[in-house]
């Protein structure tokens, strides 16, 4: 099970952090990633931690402001975002799935619950 949290209201230009915890199975034994879908758009990959630690980006508008990261240890995946603009308003998912990062929600098994982030002056 994983449980996203960290959502919310921020300014443009801001940053929030997403954290996505895991019970009942071990992160870095998978790759984890972030999904949004924004209104009336189809849900997309943003970013991927695969279990090795390397990262891949999917989403070319979130280059150089987002950034995914793992803590091991509090079995948590993060999803750090700076610079944040208003077509970043969107439900945001956690995933994980396969060893190896992967854009496709086919080979997601496990979704987090979402999580709103609205970015609006």
């Known amino acids: 099970q994983l449980q996203a949290s960290g959502g919310g209201l921020v300014q443009p230009g801001g940053s929030l952090r997403l954290s996505c915890t895991a019970s009942g199975l071990t992160l870095r034994y998978y790759s984890s990633a972030w999904f949004r879908q924004a209104p009336g758009k189809e849900r997309e990959a943003v970013l991927c931690i695969s279990a090795s630690g390397s990262t891949t980006d999917y989403a070319d508008s979130v280059k150089g402001r987002f950034a995914i990261s793992r803590d091991s240890a509090k079995n948590t995946v993060y999803l750090q975002m700076n610079s944040l603009k208003p077509e970043d308003t969107a439900i945001y998912f956690c995933?994980?799935?396969?060893?190896?990062?992967?854009?496709?929600?086919?080979?997601?098994?496990?979704w987090g619950q979402g999580t709103q982030v609205t970015v609006s002056s």
């Open positions: 995933a994980t799935g396969r060893a190896y990062c992967s854009p496709l929600e086919s080979h997601v098994d496990y």
